[in-house]
């Protein structure tokens, strides 16, 4: 039997640890943190029983039957259906945007096939949008973007959004009906497990071949598994050391409140995008869970705060620049020379991943390559 050490607890190093338990080899888990699950960390408020997204707000959300029955097995899902709220001086819009935003941000009564055919007045005739503005400015015109996206992807990115790729705001559509469903309808299955994500993990790690080490740094392991094959999930750039430098990472200050309500915002997402609010959306977490029962009187509130990720921070999401994307290249040239490393996740790949994204990849590379090196 050979053994696998795998860098990072959270979803594609469970997922990868799952299956080659599994098959029968020894694996080894080492995290960083006290606690596995990464950033998909949930757990239980004691004194209102209101499960709490410690690392911002996750929502599972899919298309694809295979990866939906693959976390099945670890989970039952409740029907939780993401809806999105924004707040633009003092009003209150649906978001993603939809018939009734553009109605009432323009102030008109607009028909579905007419609110089309306004926005697609106001776009901006761009034929190749090649970054996040022009991208946006194609989309939606420069009244919607300079409400509504401008300035909260200041805020959330830390850049000018000329910097950005434009697959950033490709990932939000726009409704021309009254639809509030964050995902576009092709996310057939979506949800969030019924006692938080957690769970997930702890089955997934929970096999006899599985051993976990939790508070242990790759860099003091590191120099004990030559030639054992190794899946890395952190930062690539810190597993080299930041021989080219570091990749633009965004991290967050998330700051959690007790309100002395039964409901504070009505709704999970309540986004800020105005730069006089220094934090970028508030979360109020017992949304997820209208199936379950809570202490009246109290809810959880959290406000998420974007900054510049530095070493020490734990990083969240790829800026993914065009300097970034010259520097990531540097870092694959890199990994592709490493014989017995595979580097994987949002953090190993510096890509913006959804968690359904991450199971597939986490899947697809066990089955070939990772089961292909171990026997």
């Not at 001086?89 to 935003?101: A, D, K, R």
């Not at 008109?108 to 400015?137: C, H």
């Not at 559509?173 to 949800?191: E, F, L, R």
């Not at 508030?282 to 949304?287: L, M, N, Q, V």
Request: proline fraction near 6%; aromatic fraction near 14%.
């Amino acid at each position: 039997m050979k053994d696998l050490y795998i860098v990072g607890a959270g979803l594609f190093g469970s997922v990868v640890a799952e299956q080659a338990s599994r098959a029968g080899y020894k694996v080894t888990v080492i995290d960083s943190r006290p606690h596995i699950g990464g950033n998909c960390y949930t757990e239980f408020d004691a004194e209102t029983g209101i499960n709490v997204h410690r690392y911002g707000p996750h929502i599972f959300h899919t298309d694809n039957k295979m990866i939906w029955d693959y976390l099945n097995q670890f989970t039952e899902f409740n029907e939780y259906q993401h809806q999105g709220k924004t707040m633009y001086q003092g009003e209150v819009y649906p978001l993603p945007i939809n018939l009734e935003t553009i109605n009432k941000f323009f102030k008109k009564t607009f028909t579905p096939s007419q609110a089309r055919e306004f926005v697609k007045a106001q776009a901006v005739p761009i034929a190749d949008p090649q970054n996040f503005e022009e991208q946006a400015l194609a989309i939606i015109g420069t009244d919607l973007y300079e409400a509504f996206f401008r300035p909260y992807a200041v805020k959330q990115w830390g850049c000018d959004p000329k910097q950005l790729p434009a697959s950033v705001i490709q990932r939000l559509p726009v409704h021309y009906d009254y639809s509030t469903n964050y995902y576009p309808h092709n996310k057939k299955y979506q949800g969030i497990p019924v006692n938080g994500y957690t769970p997930i993990f702890e089955k997934m790690l929970a096999h006899e071949n599985i051993d976990v080490f939790l508070n242990t740094r790759w860099e003091d392991i590191k120099p004990t598994v030559a030639d054992t094959l190794v899946i890395y999930t952190g930062p690539i750039d810190a597993y080299f050391d930041y021989c080219y430098g570091q990749l633009n990472w965004r991290t967050l200050d998330i700051e959690f409140t007790r309100e002395p309500v039964d409901d504070y915002q009505g709704c999970v997402a309540m986004s800020h995008p105005e730069s006089h609010v220094p934090w970028t959306r508030a979360i109020e977490h017992k949304h997820f869970h209208t199936e379950r029962k809570h202490t009246p009187g109290s809810t959880i509130v959290s406000r998420e705060y974007s900054r510049s990720a530095t070493r020490a921070d734990t990083p969240y999401y790829p800026v993914n620049t065009e300097q970034d994307k010259q520097i990531y290249a540097q870092y694959q040239d890199l990994a592709e020379q490493e014989t017995n490393t595979i580097f994987g996740g949002r953090l190993g790949e510096y890509k913006y991943y959804d968690m359904h994204q991450v199971v597939g990849s986490a899947l697809a590379c066990y089955k070939n390559q990772i089961r292909k090196r171990l026997t």
